[in-house]
T-cell receptor, first 112, second 115 residues
Framework: GESVGLHLPTLSVQEGDNSIINCAYS??????FIWYKQESGKGPQFIID?????DKRQGQRVTVLLNKTVKHLSLQIAATQPGDSAVYFC???????????FGTGTSLTVIP | DTEVTQTPKHLVMGMTNKKSLKCEQH?????MYWYKQKAKKPPELMFV???????INESVPSRFSPECPNSSLLNLHLHALQPEDSALYLC??????????????FGDGTRLSIL
């Protein structure tokens, strides 16, 4: 599959602070991206998606930014809460089929 | 609760056993997927079914045999697995990507241990 993401980083933030999680992708043909949240013992849960014709998309407390020039994706979580503690994955789809490829993930820990 | 249901939640089997993992969704999705996830690693795509036909096999060993009996069900038949096949097996579904990609919805997985 395609290479998405870097080594698995960890991120610790204080409750109430904003979090930024980053992802790099290598396939310039990728035109659709998803951020997933995976809690322990659970499957990945859809958070937000973005298509390549956009550079920003906002949801409830979350914002995804896409920089196609440097092939970089970020997830911003506002006012981070303890329930946000999880592993976050970006996933990309090249648009040629149904296959999605996941980045290596970031483990987010929120300190109360 | 997820809208994709996987059974069993846990499975322990020997290397000579034959077992099956099951996945069910009732969202009307026509694409279904199997992923394998090792601890602290991202999910790795194994198979994709689109309209009940196998469309992608990511060079998965033949000891894993997928089956899609109808639009709501997806099975993964296991035979003669190796200890390194121990992992979390995730099922997902989505609308097929015909020019407008759609997000995948995941089940909570089957935790498989090979003795």
């Amino acid at each position: 599959g395609e290479s998405v993401g870097l080594h698995l980083p960890t991120l610790s933030v204080q409750e109430g602070d904003n979090s930024i999680i980053n992802c790099a992708y290598s396939n310039s043909a990728s035109d659709y991206f998803i951020w997933y949240k995976q809690e322990s013992g659970k499957g990945p849960q859809f958070i937000i998606d973005i298509r390549s014709n956009m550079d920003k998309r906002q949801g409830q407390r979350v914002t995804v930014l896409l920089n196609k020039t440097v092939k970089h994706l970020s997830l911003q979580i506002a006012a981070t809460q303890p329930g946000d503690s999880a592993v976050y994955f970006c996933a990309e789809n090249s648009g040629t089929g149904n296959q999605f490829y996941f980045g290596t993930g970031t483990s987010l820990t929120v300190i109360p | 609760d997820t809208e994709v249901t996987q059974t069993p939640k846990h499975l322990v089997m020997g290397m000579t056993n034959k077992k099956s993992l099951k996945c069910e969704q009732h969202m009307g999705h026509r694409a279904m997927y199997w992923y394998k996830q090792k601890a602290k690693k991202p999910p790795e795509l194994m198979f994709v079914y689109s309209y009940e036909k196998l469309s992608i096999n990511e060079s998965v060993p033949s000891r894993f045999s997928p089956e899609c009996p109808n639009s709501s069900l997806l099975n993964l038949h296991l035979h003669a697995l190796q200890p390194e096949d121990s992992a979390l097996y995730l099922c997902a579904s989505s609308q097929p990507a015909w020019g407008s990609n759609q997000p995948q919805h995941f089940g909570d997985g089957t935790r498989l241990s090979i003795l």
